[in-house]
């Protein structure tokens, strides 16, 4: 069993986790670190991240406190997750093959969705699971799936629990299977996970029990989450036409004071239906949450003030007063707009910068991320940014993330290296991490294995462990890797 375990830490090389397999996170994981008052034990309190998270599990005799040596223990079980070359090496060969590395990443694939088998847990086969047969989330969750709380899994409980757990999150919730004593009323006592957690908000009379009524409610609201209509009537629970601070449940509360345009201290129908009408398509028709500038200038003056401003105008209302005048003209607020028209994809003009027409952009007048980056974009350090350095950072950023480098464009000698002379960039910050072995120069493999883990590819491909490429991964390729890869996290 424990050769198991080890061989399903092997699937470490194939996920971030590769941090504690090189032992870099030893440092971070020291027992002084945690013990704060130098007592020589970690109590709940001190321990912090994953230790808190898996602190009964360290806790071995259960005092509450973990000692050194059960600190030493849970390191030493850490390490032992550390995958060996011997690991991915079946045949004892020396080397690595490809399909013996597939083979590894295969074990991992479905390494937290394999079906807990009730036979193999039931040590004693008697046709039940007891705690001190029960593990991990089986074990945590043991009081949940022993409905009738007799002390041990039924098949019938662990069957439950199977179909629960299929299409998590979608399964419907049934109301007769929570309703223990069937007598039509959920109380606290009988309501678990979500349903004990929302209970309040669900007994909308406060009466101390779920209806059925009011759980029909809560599985309306949740057919299409997220874009039911909001009813008025449902909030305003005197009937008086307006709802108040207190009749406002969820997000209607948390922005209250946001729907209330006449501060008034109570939502009329009127201001919830306009609270309704913006957040229809909310994020992708524009249409309905264009705000107008009619509508902001409400003394029709010409200008908005930062008294009229409001939200995101009034936030941001310095940057949109380009003329640093005290109010917003017309003319400032349709720049604003076009310049959210397309935000990240918007074409920036030269000459809107350029404010002199001189042909060159100093830093008084760059702006935004233009101001921030300028030195980079200013790419000979002169100064300013020429009409040619401005069309070369917007060519850089067209299709930002998913843009091919070309490899030839960089290597300017084509001796088919980059050296730190030839990278720019990103390219240049990165140099040392994408640079494999260390030589100085980058090649094309080097960068295609950066693009790869760029794209998502958290899990290391055969070919950045073959360095030579010579269709094998020696014990020395594969300890370089867990290195560099350590390297990269610490």
Known sequence: MKKLFILSGVALIVSSSLTMA??????????AKFDLNKDGQISVVEATGKLAKHFDKIDADSNDLISEAEFAEMKKMREAKKPTFADFDKNNDGSISSAEFDAAKKMKQGKRHHKVDFVKVDVNKDGQITKDEAKGRLLKGFDKIDSDANGSISTTEFAALEKMHKGKGNHKLDFGSIDANNDNQITKDEAKGRLLKGFDKIDSDANGSISTTEFAALEKMHKGKGNHKLDFGSFDTNNDSKITKDEAKGRL?????????????????????EMQKMHKGKG????NKEVS?????????????????????????????????GSITSAEFELVKNMKKGKHNQKVSFSTIDANNDGAITKDEAKGRLAKHFEKVDTDANGSITSAEFELVKNMKKGKHDQKVSFSTIDANNDGAITKDEAKGRLLNNFDKIDGNADGKITAQELDAKRADRKGNKRPTFEMLDTDGNGKVSNTEFAAFQQKYADSKA
């Open 253 to 273: 509360s948390k922005h209250f004071d946001k729907v209330d345009g006449d501060k008034n201290g109570v939502i009329t129908q009127a201001e919830f239906s």
């Open 22 to 31: 090189a032992g870099n996170n030893s440092a971070k994981y020291d027992f």
């Open 284 to 287: 992708h028709k524009k249409g």
């Open 293 to 325: 500038f009619a509508k902001l200038d409400a003394n029709s003056d010409g200008a908005i003030t930062k008294d009229e401003a409001k939200g995101r105008l009034a936030k941001h209302f310095d940057k949109v007063d380009t003329d640093a005048n």
